[in-house]
């Protein structure tokens, strides 16, 4: 089962379901991982980083990326967490699943149960 933070829109009933642990697309793509989850704040300052390093450790530069992209792939909940907070979204906790769509069915249900 993978845990999943669930961050609701206060304007909208969607949750948004944010995956803990390791983050493969982001070790392979680097920061343009974060533009299909559609995490622009995040790509924009992972990105810089990653340029900068490239730029200024000369001919270690292609290690520097591939190290920001292995920490990229290791915190990236943390900076798609930062995100949705940033966007006014509230933690409504974590939830376990085998999906993101059983996560979410998991949190619906506990709404249902409160009202």
């Given at each position: ?14 949750a ?12 392979v ?5 974060l ?15 990653n340029?900068?390093l490239?730029?200024f ?15 990229l ?27 993101a ?15």
């Amino acid at each position: 089962m993978n845990c999943y933070l669930a961050y609701r829109d206060p304007r909208s009933a969607g949750a948004r379901m944010v995956k803990q642990g390791m983050h493969w697309r982001l070790l392979v793509l680097g920061p343009l991982g974060l533009l299909v989850s559609r995490c622009w704040m995040g790509f924009a300052l992972t990105g810089c980083v990653n340029m900068l390093l490239t730029r200024f450790t000369g001919a270690y530069g292609m290690y520097a990326a591939v190290s920001v992209n292995l920490a990229l792939a290791v915190f990236g909940a943390e900076v798609i967490d930062l995100e949705q907070r940033l966007r006014g979204r509230v933690c409504e906790g974590l939830w376990m699943g085998r999906s993101a769509g059983d996560a979410r069915l998991r949190l619906a249900d506990r709404g249902q149960v409160l009202s």
